[in-house]
């Protein structure tokens, strides 16, 4: 199960789109539209699966998506207006830089048709496309994005295998089980302005070591988000008969370093409940948060209409069961956000206002079903359970085995009382008792004697 992962995950993609792309080059307030969700079925496997000397294995994981139609409220081939993530992202980055260049930027995208906002599919959106500017901006600056061909937000992440993990095994020290030793033969990142914030905690995000309680706190390494992220313990409940613990992010996941000064390593921040990832994502102004802003700062969803956060929809979960620390039901939740704003001297930037405007939110959902939860069902809740209430039947049996014994003992005692005190019994009882008393004297017959010897 571990090495074939045997649970179906599903990730399911909102797009926002942008209704009055015309209004926002004006300086106007952005108004999107939440469109999906487009769905797809992950599959994963672990591949190059090494054990370590150390009591660590090292493996990666390959990951793959297809479209789920039925589960889906469109199709990949639909049209949605978006911010063209490389002009408004190039325009930003290159904010400060000289004039001329800004220019030339300018020049650039009117020759080559781009625009502040683009109309792209679904598809497209998600897995690539051809787009000049990319072979552009690779050919003049090699280190502003980090692929050659394609651009898509999750191109790098269909059809190809994880960076490599090595976790603890627990054969040597049982408590360490599952956490994370390296990523990428790093034991900690560089991403970050502090030491706390660029430590390598927790595990892989896919088990968590067993015998979890109240006071347990989930936490894992997440090489999208670049950082290692802690859910908190929320409550006790049932998923299909089996007792689990919910956790849930704390509202300090995103917090700003006024709010919460641990988190003061991730800045420059701007408001609270959005985290800054420029300093992993080739300094693109792209930011991580809940969906819909929610748990953020209320300005960042005063600053666009069309946003409804809500902790029904958008508030994320794991469902783990606490004696082996393996999830049941899960829904993570992220939001991807783009930081635009009028860059001077790059027209295609218009009289933008400074604004946070989200791109899309996507849920990891998985859930075990099948014949794995049935297995699981039978062997870690119904037999332990039937094991339990076993113990108090054979202690009861062999409680009632004990006293067999005591009762024979009383009963014989009892008959012995009742033999001897025969000199209040009438005359017949008496002649019989002392009948009896002298047989006792008399010497036992040889074949008696034998007899007692072979018993």
């Known amino acids: 199960m571990w090495k074939e992962i045997p649970v179906p995950f599903y990730l399911s993609v909102y797009f926002f789109e942008v209704i009055n792309p015309d209004e926002i080059l004006k300086g106007e307030k952005p108004l999107v539209q939440e469109r999906g969700p487009y769905v797809y079925r992950e599959f994963r496997h672990k591949t190059n699966i090494t054990f370590n000397d150390n009591d660590t294995v090292s493996f990666r994981e390959h990951r793959s998506f297809q479209f789920q139609p039925d589960r889906s409220r469109g199709d990949e081939s639909d049209y949605i207006v978006l911010p063209n993530i490389l002009v408004l992202g190039a325009a930003t980055m290159m904010e400060h830089r000289p004039t001329s260049l800004k220019l030339l930027m300018t020049l650039a995208f009117s020759t080559l048709g781009q625009r502040a906002f683009m109309n792209r599919t679904v598809g497209e959106v998600m897995w690539g496309y051809e787009d000049p500017l990319v072979n552009l901006l690779n050919k003049y600056f090699?280190?502003?994005?980090?692929?050659?061909?394609?651009?898509?937000?999750?191109?790098?992440?269909?059809?190809?295998?994880?960076?490599?993990?090595?976790?603890?095994?627990?054969?040597?020290?049982?408590?360490?089980i599952h956490l994370v030793d390296k990523w990428n033969g790093l034991s900690k990142v560089s991403?970050?302005?502090?030491?706390?914030?660029?430590?390598?905690?927790?595990?892989?995000?896919?088990?968590?070591?067993?015998?979890?309680?109240?006071?347990?706190?989930?936490?894992?390494y997440s090489?999208?988000?670049?950082?290692?992220?802690?859910?908190?313990?929320?409550?006790?409940?049932?998923?299909?008969?089996?007792?689990?613990?919910?956790?849930?992010?704390?509202?300090?996941?995103?917090?700003?370093?006024?709010?919460?000064?641990?988190?003061?390593?991730?800045?420059?921040?701007?408001?609270?409940?959005?985290?800054?990832?420029?300093?992993?994502?080739?300094?693109?102004?792209?930011?991580?948060?809940?969906?819909?802003?929610?748990?953020?700062?209320?300005?960042l969803t005063q600053a666009v209409l069309g946003l409804h956060p809500n902790p029904e929809e958008h508030a994320l979960f794991l469902d783990i069961h606490p004696v082996t620390g393996i999830p049941m039901n899960c829904s993570v939740k992220l939001q991807l956000s783009l930081y635009i704003?009028?860059?001077?001297?790059?027209?295609?930037?218009g009289k933008i206002e400074p604004v946070v405007l989200p791109l899309l939110w996507f849920g990891q959902s998985g859930a075990?079903?099948?014949?794995?939860?049935?297995?699981?069902?039978?062997?870690?809740?119904?037999?332990?359970?039937?094991?339990?209430?076993?113990?108090?039947?054979l202690l009861a049996l062999g409680g009632a085995l004990l006293l067999v014994p005591v009762v024979y003992q009383v009963r014989s005692q009892e008959r012995c009382y009742l033999f001897w005190s025969g000199g209040k019994?009438?005359?017949?009882?008496?002649?019989?008792?002392q009948a009896y008393s002298e047989s006792l004297m008399k010497p036992a017959a040889k074949g008696t004697v034998l007899q007692e010897a072979r018993l």
């Open 142 to 176: 090699p280190d502003m994005l980090p692929v050659k061909g394609k651009f898509g937000l999750f191109v790098k992440m269909n059809n190809s295998d994880s960076e490599v993990f090595t976790v603890f095994t627990g054969v040597q020290n049982f408590s360490r």
């Open 341 to 349: 704003k009028a860059v001077r001297g790059i027209g295609q930037t």
């Open 368 to 393: 075990m079903e099948g014949a794995p939860l049935r297995t699981f069902y039978t062997q870690l809740v119904l037999l332990p359970l039937v094991l339990h209430y076993a113990q108090y039947v």
């Open 425 to 433: 019994k009438g005359s017949e009882d008496k002649e019989a008792i």
């Open 191 to 220: 991403y970050w302005n502090s030491e706390g914030c660029n430590m390598i905690n927790g595990t892989s995000g896919q088990m968590w070591p067993p015998f979890m309680t109240p006071e347990s706190s989930l936490e894992f």
């Open 223 to 299: 090489p999208e988000a670049c950082r290692s992220m802690k859910l908190i313990y929320k409550e006790p409940g049932v998923y299909e008969g089996i007792p689990i613990y919910r956790f849930v992010a704390p509202k300090t996941l995103f917090a700003n370093g006024s709010v919460y000064p641990p988190n003061e390593g991730f800045c420059p921040c701007l408001e609270s409940g959005i985290q800054n990832m420029s300093t992993c994502r080739f300094h693109a102004p792209l930011f991580l948060s809940h969906p819909h802003f929610y748990n953020a700062d209320p300005v």
